[in-house]
Nanobody, 128 residues
């Protein structure tokens, strides 16, 4: 069972990036995927979350209207589409899930303490 995050990089303010989180080894599918980020010297924070049961998405306030999470079930991949990027979006981004069902509305407003499976993260740097 594994999550593989990718797609990070260096982008100018106002630019866009698409992060990918590929899930593998889930015999019965994954319950949902949440995205978190952590900047140096700051606590990890929830960014976005998608529930696989009905596709509902949830976002932290600072990214609403700029980020969108989607999934491609055929590829077992969840995407985080980031637009209008700001320097304060600079962080290492992680995707995470759990073997038990969870509520995105709770997870997206947390640091992900209750989730037990994490990808390795991908660095996003927004700078001119």
């Amino acid at each position: 069972v594994q999550l593989q995050a990718s797609g990070g990089g260096l982008v100018q303010p106002g630019g866009s990036l698409r992060l990918s989180c590929q899930a593998s080894g889930f015999r019965h599918g994954y319950k949902g995927i949440a995205w978190f980020r952590q900047a140096p010297g700051r606590e990890r924070e929830g960014v976005a979350c998608i529930e696989t049961s009905d596709g509902r998405t949830f976002y932290t306030d600072s990214v609403k209207g700029r980020f969108a999470v989607s999934r491609d079930d055929a590829k077992d991949t969840v995407y985080l589409h980031m637009t209008s990027l700001l320097p304060e979006d600079t962080a290492r981004y992680y995707c995470a899930t759990d073997k038990y069902p969870f509520h995105c509305v709770v997870v997206v407003n947390s640091a992900g303490e209750g989730l037990d499976l994490w990808g390795q993260g991908t660095q996003v740097t927004v700078s001119s």
